[in-house]
């Protein structure tokens, strides 16, 4: 069974950094591609960003990129999203996901999830 635990949430003021961490058991982050989602209220959960096995592709919102940056440590199992410029909207719960099959922009495509990260960014 595979669990993921979200990390490294918190109150940052606009145009500061943040580094969220997804540790991963039961299944290796290499092994699968590996995404991150983000959940604001009264929205729906919307694509950030994910990273591909074998490649390492990484993949990105047109809304973040530029500004975050996905990554994996294998060593660790970990996954991590490096936010940086936040901006106020960019305020949500942040989730990492585990795909399963299908297009990685859809949340319907992953197959476990995390309890989730707050992420608020003050303007």
């Known amino acids: 069974q595979v669990q993921l635990v979200e990390s490294g949430g918190g109150l940052v003021q606009a145009g500061g950094s943040l580094r969220l961490s997804c540790a991963a058991s039961?299944?290796?982050?290499?092994?699968?591609?590996m995404g991150w989602f983000r959940q604001a209220p009264g929205k729906e959960r919307e694509f950030v960003a994910a990273?591909?096995?074998?490649?390492?592709?990484?993949y990105y919102a047109d809304s973040v990129k530029g500004r975050f940056t996905i990554s994996r440590d294998n060593a660790k199992n970990t996954v991590y999203l490096q936010m940086n410029s936040l901006k106020p909207e960019d305020t949500a719960v942040y989730y990492c996901?585990?795909?399963?099959?299908?297009?990685?922009?859809?949340?319907?495509?992953?197959?476990?999830w995390g309890q989730g990260t707050q992420v608020t960014v003050s303007s």
């Open positions: 996901a585990a795909h399963s099959h299908g297009s990685y922009y859809e949340q319907e495509s992953f197959g476990s």
């Open positions: 990273i591909g096995c074998s490649t390492g592709n990484t």
């Open positions: 039961g299944r290796t982050v290499s092994s699968g591609t």
